[in-house]
Structure formats: C-alpha cells, structure tokens
C-alpha cells in the first residue's frame, strides 16, 4: 500500500477492499482537527466527505472538481488535497495527496495532519522505518502541533515492532503525557504503558546526543529530494520513460515498493527549492504531473 502517483495495491477484488478498508481506518481514526471556513471551496469539501460516508465515488469525484477548480497557488488547495487523498481508493494515491501535502505545502495547516496520516498508513503496510520517520519528521517540523502525541504512538509502536523499547517508550510517555481528555486514545496509549515500566527513560528518537550520552542513537540522515514522473506497472512504459528522459539529459531511475508499481524518479538533491526548478522543467518538457518527494 505504498505512495505512489496513479497507484494502488495488486490488483483483485480483494486488495482493493483492503485498500478501502486501510483508507477508512485511517480516516476514521486519525481524527484531524477540522478546519473548516464559510469559504465555498471548504464548504464543499464538507460536503464531500459527508457524501463519502455512503457514497464513496461520489465523495471522489466532487474532490476531484474542486481541485481542478482551485489553483494549487490557492490557499484552499492543501485542505483539498488532504482532503482527496483520505478519500483516495486506493493506498497508492492516498501516499501520494498526503506526500503533496507534505511536501509542497509544508508550512500549512494541514501539514502535521497529513504526517499522521501517513504514519498510520505505513505502520498498516508494515514499512517500520517509514512510520517511524514521519513520526520524527513531525516532532521535529511541528513541534507544538496539537497532533503530535499521536505522531509519538504511531512511532513508538514501530519501534516497538523494531525491537526499539527504549525510544518506543519514550515515545509513548510523550504520548501519555500529551493525550489530554481524548480518554479514547490514552487508553490505547495506556496499554503499552506496563512494558515500559522496566525501561529506562531515553531520549526520544530522532534527538541528537549530548554530553553523557553516549548510548544515545544520532539523529536520522537529512532528507533528499527527487521528482516523480511516472508511477506504473507496465516496464514497457517504464523503459519509454527512462529513456525520453535519457535522451533529455536527466538523471532518471526506478524505484519499486510493495506496491508493485514502478516509480520513475529524476535526481537527488538535498533541497526542496533544486527539486521544484527541476519538476518545473520536466512539466513544460514532459507534460503531465510530475512532483516532488522527499526521500531518506
């Protein structure tokens, strides 16, 4: 279940409910603070995903003409965004709305949203490592975010899987200590509470060491940046691409994920701004959509 753009999970009856019941899951649960105006574009997205509480595809389709009305310049366009890709019908194009988000529109209110979202998603796809970089990336970004105790157990619980109890739980203390009235979520907290009892209190993951410390893990490599051009399962079509953009003097390769899909990715560069000049270049040479995604 993987980001991909045009993406999904293997196809068959059975995946694609999985994938339906993986976005409705995460929906549900993920609970992000509502942000809604008496702005049109906003009270339509409302309406959508009230629409796609019983009428999914409707829902979907109501996302998608918004987004072809709004200018992604629009300040609206990242709540949409957020908005289609929780409403997305598969795990591919859910990974990638909340990517964009991310990405594109990180200084917006929607951005820490759709980290935990993404957290949620990749700790469903059992991608640890992925689960617990959007956790940190969020504790690190958007350190007031009201959301972040929910960033904290969706890491603890990867690292817990990792076999990581020392970050796991003070991950999950964070949590504990930030879950406020939602007695929904400091329960599911509080029951992994007991297995940390006997674990010494560390730093959270992702800090860097100091002085004393010298148990204490450094913090994650700095994040690269790519273009995505193409996301298909066709290697037919993935060859075409490779070498189009060959031929055009791009650094082009492929990567794969659980997804089963083939990612045509262009570049590697260490900041987000080197990555839009590029996006920007292969949109005019290229057509289509290609955007930006951040890599470990």
């Known amino acids: ?95 990638t709305n909340l990517q964009r988000v991310v990405v594109e529109y990180g200084r917006s209110v929607w951005a820490d949203s759709a980290l935990v979202a993404l957290a949620k998603l990749y700790f469903a796809q059992g991608d640890l490592t992925a689960t617990a970089q959007a956790a940190e990336r969020l504790r690190r970004d958007y350190p007031d975010s009201p959301l972040r105790p929910r960033a904290d157990f969706a890491g603890a619980r990867a690292y ?7 970050h796991g739980c003070a991950l999950i203390r964070e949590a504990l200590d930030g879950a406020g ?32 410390d010298s148990q204490t893990k450094p913090a994650a490599p700095a994040a690269t940046y790519a273009v995505q051009v193409l996301a298909v399962k066709s290697a037919s079509q993935v060859d075409e691409m490779l070498t189009r953009l060959k031929v055009m003097g791009f650094d082009a390769r492929v990567v794969r994920d ?3 899909l083939f ?9 987000h701004d080197e990555a839009a000049q590029v996006q920007r270049r292969l949109k005019t040479r290229l057509g289509g959509q290609p955007f930006v ?3 470990p």
């Open 293 to 295: 995604v951040e890599e």
């Open 181 to 212: 009235a939602d007695v929904e979520f400091k329960n599911q907290v509080t029951f992994y509470a007991p297995r940390c009892a006997v674990v010494p209190a560390g730093p959270a993951a992702g800090t860097t060491a100091t002085a004393g």
């Open 263 to 271: 990612k045509v990715r262009v570049g590697r560069y260490s900041t």
């Open 1 to 95: 279940m993987r980001g991909a753009a045009g993406g999904g999970l293997i196809g068959g009856r059975a995946d694609r409910r999985t994938a339906g019941l993986v976005a409705a899951a995460l929906f549900l649960s993920a609970r992000p603070p509502v942000r809604l105006s008496a702005q049109q574009p906003d009270t339509l997205r409302a309406v959508a995903l009230r629409v796609a509480q019983t009428r999914p595809d409707s829902g979907r389709a109501m996302m998608r003409r918004l987004l072809a009305r709004l200018s992604p310049q629009d300040s609206l366009y990242p709540g949409a965004l957020f908005t289609a890709g929780m409403l997305a019908p598969d795990a591919g194009l859910i990974a």
């Open 258 to 260: 659980t997804s089963g």
């Open 160 to 166: 817990f899987d990792m076999k990581d109890d020392v």
